[in-house]
């Protein structure tokens, strides 16, 4: 099953000096270091996930699991950290990865998690 890593491009951060927007430099280190890691994984740029006061912003997704929502990244520095986290979410069942066994970065910056019936291919039921 493929693990999908949305990125906030467009997030950026006060007083930085780069021209570039701190979550295009992210996005570009997960882009940089994922072939170092598991194979099924996506690295998805996104135009704002709407958690702009918590930049960088990323968003773990899969089908049938937890779509969880993660803030307060560094963009030069948490790309090994947010690749090592999809790695366990992507071998878990369910998306759930147990709070202890998270990258530090990981641990601080949650935001959201969402259910699985948001994200699955699941048609709805209707009444009759
Ligand atoms: S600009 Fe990154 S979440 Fe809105």
Redesign the pocket.
């Given at each position: 099953m493929t693990t999908t890593i949305y990125v906030?491009t467009?997030?950026?951060t006060a007083d930085d000096p780069s021209p570039d927007r701190a979550?295009a430099r992210l996005f570009k280190a997960l882009q940089e270091v994922a072939h170092t890691h598991q194979s099924n994984v996506i690295i998805e740029g996104v135009e704002?996930?709407?958690?702009?006061k918590r930049?960088?912003?990323i968003a773990f997704s899969a089908q049938d699991k937890w779509t969880y929502v993660y803030g307060d990244f560094t963009a030069d520095d948490s790309a090994e950290q947010i690749l090592a986290c999809a790695a366990q979410y992507a071998a878990t069942n369910d998306g759930l990865i147990p709070w202890k066994e998270r990258p530090d970065a990981l641990k601080k910056g949650v935001i959201a998690r969402l259910p699985a019936s948001l994200t699955s291919s699941r048609t709805p039921e209707t009444s009759s």
């Open positions: 906030c467009t997030c950026k979550g704002c996930l709407s958690v702009c930049p960088c912003t």
